[in-house]
């Protein structure tokens, strides 16, 4: 994590009191089959979507919609309107795996470490302080999708 | 059968809290999830770290990334003290002025920008910053630029989204060596749209309309 002293006050102050749901236990699935012969998909918290697509929005409690990337999209076409003055966008204009490893999940695919990955990717904006819409509309429909797609394994990348 | 879940947190503290079933704890700033850009062996490194985390057989699973990296922090507008004699006072004409050197970063980077939110062409950028000077300045509440599916106040976050990412990535072109704090000290404190853009935060946020107050929060602080 970075360093919450590291921050402002005001930023670790806002962070520490994040309204995220205090969970008593936690879901588990034990992996079915080996890593090398899974099907792996990536969700992440960026915010970000292609060109055609409509950015996120700021609304009280945030954006609980989702986007689709299909994992051919040419990175050209992938932009990102997470808002938020409280994390650097510089990298990912550098290099969009920081955010998103595009590419290094197709590297590990071709080294055998993992069997394959799905045709489609998901993205949801961050900063969401009312999990609401999430848990009871578009949490499950995302979900839903990746089981239709035959998806074994879900990787979670946050900005 | 189910989705077997592993990930990247960046708040440990969120993820005790959430008790997701497996996550790697990694130490980098926000935006900076993998570590390092243009570093494909340490993003390897913890891209397999997060998937080694799927052979445990009961959770939650939360696991810090090591070695623990401070974070490269940067400063907010309010943070920067401002040059007294910026090179160019006119943001309108500083956008000219930067549009070769974002024109080589696209070049650079086989046409990826993250120029385009608001959906403007760069080429009318001056148009957008007129508008937002007016707005400022001028209590002008809309543009005949605006895309129907914004609002004037989403308008103008992407806009300023673009305008900051148009800058950024002509600096980068321009100093390809700057750190994340050079960079964002430079947009504030040398750049005729850094004022721009906390002068107009200012008038945001005293705006009746909350939408328009919400979105000053997301442009500067």
């Given at each position: 994590m970075p360093r919450l002293e590291a921050l402002s006050e005001a930023q670790r102050k806002m962070l520490l009191n994040w309204p995220c749901p205090d969970n008593d236990d936690t879901p588990w699935t034990t992996m079915g089959k080996p890593l090398s012969e899974s099907k792996v998909a990536m969700v992440t918290t960026s915010g970000i979507h292609l060109r055609k697509d409509a950015p996120f929005r700021s609304l009280k409690g945030g954006d609980t919609s989702y986007r689709i990337i299909p994992r051919d999209s040419d990175p050209a076409d992938i932009i990102q309107s997470h808002t938020s003055?409280?994390?650097?966008r510089t990298t990912s204009y550098r290099d969009i795996n920081i955010s998103f490893p595009v590419d290094r999940l197709e590297e590990l695919v071709q080294s055998g470490y993992i069997g394959e990955l799905s045709n489609n990717y998901y993205s949801y904006m961050g900063a969401i302080n009312d999990v609401t819409g999430l848990m009871e509309d578009s949490g499950p429909e995302v979900a839903t999708k990746l089981l239709s797609e035959e998806v074994d394994v879900v990787l979670l990348v946050p900005t | 059968m189910g989705l077997v879940t592993t990930g990247l947190v960046l708040i440990e503290e969120h993820a005790k809290r959430v008790k997701p079933p497996r996550m790697l704890s990694v130490p980098f700033n926000f935006g900076n999830t993998l570590g390092r850009p243009n570093d494909p062996e340490f993003q390897h490194e913890i891209l397999r770290t997060t998937f080694d985390l799927l052979d445990r057989q009961e959770g939650p699973v939360l696991e810090s990334f090591s070695p623990d990296i401070a974070p490269e922090l940067f400063s907010q507008g309010s943070g920067v003290a401002r040059e007294e004699?910026?090179?160019?006072?006119d943001p309108g004409q500083e956008v000219d002025l930067r549009r070769p050197f974002y024109e080589r970063w696209v070049q650079q980077n086989h046409g990826r920008t993250a120029v385009g939110v608001s959906t403007i062409s760069q080429t009318d950028f001056k148009l957008v910053i007129k508008f937002l000077e007016d707005f400022t300045?001028?209590?002008?509440?809309?543009?005949?630029?605006?895309?129907?599916?914004?609002s004037v106040a989403h308008f103008i976050r992407y806009c300023v989204d673009d305008l900051k990412a148009y800058y950024f990535e002509s600096k980068m072109s321009e100093?390809?060596?700057?750190?994340i704090t050079q960079l964002h000290e430079w947009l504030w404190a040398e750049t005729a749209l850094g004022s721009l853009i906390m002068r107009l935060a200012e008038r945001m946020r005293s705006d009746d309309n909350n939408e328009v107050k919400a979105v000053a929060f997301g442009i500067a602080r």
């Open positions: 003055i409280g994390f650097d | 004699s910026p090179v160019v006072s300045e001028n209590e002008e509440s809309d543009t005949p630029i605006r895309p129907n599916q914004f100093d390809p060596e700057l750190s």
